[in-house]
Nanobody
């Protein structure tokens, strides 16, 4: 069965950095685009970033563009999110998500069919 397991969250000061990882199993990881999605306290789900199957194509929400970098290692079935210059408003639970459609990058929440359990990122001084 499909499993997505995030790790790497934690407490960081504003301006700091964190690197999230998502270990994928139960499907052919290299055949799927992947996404990062987050949910801030009291708010809905927000798509953050997406990456194509080979890693050559990436997209970002305007709120994180220039600060976050998505990447993947298909040999390790792992998705990453490098987060730099973190702001308080980046505080959220971060999820990796698998698009239903396979190789097509998904930017809408409903286009994803599997999610991890999430990892908490808290940006605070």
């Amino acid at each position: 069965q499909v499993q997505l397991v995030e790790s790497g969250g934690g407490l960081v000061q504003p301006g700091g950095s964190l690197r999230l990882s998502c270990a994928a199993s139960g499907f052919t990881f290299s055949s799927y685009a992947m996404s990062w999605v987050r949910q801030a306290p009291g708010k809905g789900l927000e798509w953050v970033s997406g990456i194509g199957t080979s890693g050559g194509t990436t997209k970002y929400a305007n709120s994180v563009k220039g600060r976050f970098t998505i990447s993947r290692d298909n040999a390790k079935n792992t998705l990453y999110l490098q987060m730099n210059s973190l702001k308080r408003e980046d505080t959220a639970v971060y999820y990796c998500a698998k698009p239903e459609s396979g190789a097509t990058m998904a930017v809408r929440i409903h286009e994803h069919d599997y999610w991890g359990q999430g990892t908490q990122v808290t940006v605070s001084s």
